[in-house]
């Protein structure tokens, strides 16, 4: 289940810097193995271990779902990603999903990190966005 908390005046037709959106999940050993399923990613780090470490895709699908649902929204398209993976993200644990829109051109400029359990940050990235009107 999510839980989400939207941040300034955030509409599909008034966006602006410095407009945020943050997410919570809870990442299940089931998610975990749901996604090795969908991809096809049984890397024993993720499905076979005493602590299984939530898929970098996975986390990365997170943002994705804020981005094309909540933040821009709907209609939007990345043309250009960067990220990495700090600190690994561990099943069970709670990851608040954070997107900020940092620049409004023809080509949207956002950042994003997931933060597992409120102290460690296990993605980080920007992204390129352009925004099609449906």
């Known amino acids: 289940m999510f839980k989400a908390r939207l941040f300034a005046n955030t509409t599909i ?19 975990i193995l749901k ?5 096809g990613d049984y890397n024993p780090i993720h499905v076979e271990s005493a602590r299984n470490i939530v898929h970098g895709a996975f986390l990365n699908g997170l943002v994705s779902g804020i981005i094309g649902t909540k933040l ?18 561990y ?12 620049s409004v ?4 400029l956002c950042t994003y990190m997931c ?4 102290e460690k940050v296990v993605l980080e990235g920007e992204a390129k966005l352009i925004r099609k009107m449906l």
């Open 115 to 118: 933060i597992a359990n409120g």
């Open 35 to 39: 996604f090795a399923e969908l991809t």
């Open 105 to 108: 051109r023809k080509i949207i």
């Open 72 to 89: 821009p929204g709907a209609g939007t398209i990345v043309i250009e990603q960067n990220l990495t993976f700090p600190k690994p993200c």
């Open 91 to 102: 099943a069970g644990e709670s990851v608040e999903v954070i997107v900020k829109i940092v």
């Open 13 to 31: 037709n008034n966006l602006r810097e410095g407009d945020q959106v943050s997410v919570f999940k809870v990442i299940t050993n089931d998610d």
